[in-house]
């Protein structure tokens, strides 16, 4: 039976676990090590972390923490955060990621993802779209955690992304970023229409039935998720949680 990847996508700032609404109002939910931990134990397909601070300070994602998943994770993980240069690639992967996350180079610079898939192999880059509606523009990408607006439509850069050589993309809706209201179908089937390379979707999730329809309406490859893996309810408490394999749902 085939079932999408389903994917937590986890926030780092500082050495802590954090839960965003919007991008903004971040909330600590816990040590990161321990949450890898409990996804080892309910068998989560993979992994991804994303260091929101590490762009706007000018730094890497931290190598030693890196480092600290690869030692205990049982599953493949990516990470992202201030990835600007082949050699932040280079030093992420050898510190034990499987792939990187490139957000805000590559809307500054479309042709370092063509660089990094030339160098690292297709497989290992993941380009993250962060999407956010305008009034005047429609939706639009923007960069460096949400606050700086590119310009770029979201299947147009997207498109481009694809040509260039990433081997995935993200795509997130900024507007639904921990609502748990769901996800935004238009702008996944907009952008999954447009590509040849998996999409995930991500940003919005609250309950079963919008993975669900990411993957049967949407034509995500990857389901995404935060709020939905780190709360117990839309009250936020919080318990970290993963559905169970074999679900009919996706057949």
Same mark, same amino acid.
């Given at each position: 039976?085939?079932?999408?990847?389903?994917?937590?996508? &986890?926030?780092l700032?500082?050495? +802590?676990? $954090?839960?965003? $609404?919007? !991008?903004? /109002?971040?909330?600590?939910?816990?040590?990161?090590?321990? @949450?890898?931990?409990? !996804?080892?134990? &309910?068998?989560?397909?993979? &992994? $991804?972390?994303?260091?929101?601070?590490?762009?706007?300070?000018?730094?890497?994602?931290?190598?030693? !923490?890196?480092?600290?998943?690869?030692?205990?994770?049982?599953?493949?993980?990516?990470?992202?955060?201030?990835?600007?240069?082949?050699?932040?690639?280079?030093?992420?992967?050898?510190? +034990?990621?499987? =792939?990187v996350?490139?957000?805000?180079?590559?809307?500054? /610079?479309?042709?370092?993802?063509?660089?990094?898939?030339?160098?690292?192999?297709?497989? @290992?880059?993941?380009?993250?779209?962060?999407?956010? *509606?305008?009034? !005047?523009?429609?939706?639009?990408?923007?960069?460096?955690?949400?606050?700086?607006?590119?310009?770029?439509?979201?299947?147009?850069?997207?498109?481009?992304?694809?040509?260039?050589?990433?081997?995935e993309?993200?795509?997130?809706?900024?507007?639904?970023?921990?609502?748990?209201?769901?996800?935004?179908?238009?702008?996944?089937?907009?952008?999954?229409?447009?590509?040849?390379?998996?999409?995930?979707? &991500?940003?919005?999730?609250?309950?079963?039935?919008?993975?669900?329809?990411?993957? *049967?309406?949407?034509? @995500?490859?990857?389901?995404?998720? +935060?709020?939905?893996?780190?709360? =117990?309810?839309?009250?936020?408490?919080?318990?970290?949680?993963?559905?169970?394999?074999?679900?009919?749902?996706?057949?």
């Open positions: 039976m085939f079932r999408p990847r389903i994917i937590p996508v &986890l926030l700032k500082g050495r +802590g676990l $954090v839960k965003s $609404v919007r !991008f903004k /109002d971040h909330s600590y939910v816990g040590d990161p090590i321990n @949450a890898v931990r409990i !996804f080892n134990e &309910l068998a989560a397909d993979e &992994l $991804v972390f994303l260091d929101i601070d590490a762009t706007r300070e000018n730094r890497l994602v931290s190598l030693d !923490f890196v480092r600290d998943v690869g030692e205990e994770a049982s599953m493949p993980f990516s990470v992202g955060g201030g990835i600007r240069t082949l050699a932040d690639i280079k030093a992420v992967i050898s510190a +034990g990621a499987e =792939k996350v490139i957000g805000s180079q590559a809307a500054r /610079d479309q042709d370092f993802v063509r660089q990094a898939s030339d160098a690292f192999g297709a497989s @290992a880059i993941v380009v993250c779209v962060d999407v956010k *509606r305008s009034y !005047f523009k429609g939706l639009r990408v923007w960069c460096v955690n949400g606050t700086r607006p590119t310009g770029h439509s979201p299947t147009g850069f997207a498109r481009v992304m694809a040509e260039n050589g990433a081997g993309l993200i795509v997130q809706s900024i507007d639904r970023d921990g609502t748990m209201s769901g996800y935004d179908i238009d702008l996944i089937r907009a952008v999954s229409e447009v590509v040849d390379v998996p999409v995930i979707a &991500l940003g919005g999730v609250g309950k079963k039935a919008d993975l669900v329809a990411a993957y *049967r309406e949407g034509g @995500a490859n990857g389901l995404g998720a +935060g709020s939905l893996f780190v709360y =117990k309810d839309k009250k936020r408490g919080v318990l970290i949680n993963y559905p169970e394999k074999g679900d009919p749902a996706f057949d």
